[in-house]
């Protein structure tokens, strides 16, 4: 009885902890700019009126696979490797690696 007690106090603590937690969906487009998103009235209202826009940001390497691997890695294009958008490079073999 006092094991039953003791582990449903603690999931109940774990699903309070859990409850708490934000909410984040984070979608990345590409060659998309601001104006374009008044043609699509209903991503717009949830996407930017009810959502984050980030109008200032700065990326290390403006190419395509270069910028997007660093944003999933979160290191910069000389940690993940990868600096050009060709398809068969080492660097993908390595990407994929390091998880």
């Known amino acids: 009885m006092i094991v039953t007690s003791i582990a449903s106090m603690s999931w109940k603590t774990t699903a309070t902890k859990a409850s708490n937690s934000p909410n984040i969906v984070f979608i990345l487009t590409d060659d998309l700019n601001n104006a374009e998103v008044d043609y699509m009235p209903q991503l ?40 050009s958008n060709k398809k068969a490079t080492a660097a993908l073999s390595i990407f994929i690696a390091m998880g």
């Open 44 to 83: 717009k209202s949830l996407m930017v009126d009810g959502g984050v826009s980030f109008s200032n940001y700065f990326v290390n390497i403006s190419l395509c696979c270069p910028s997007r691997a660093t944003i999933l890695r979160g290191q910069y294009a000389h940690n993940t490797g990868v600096y």
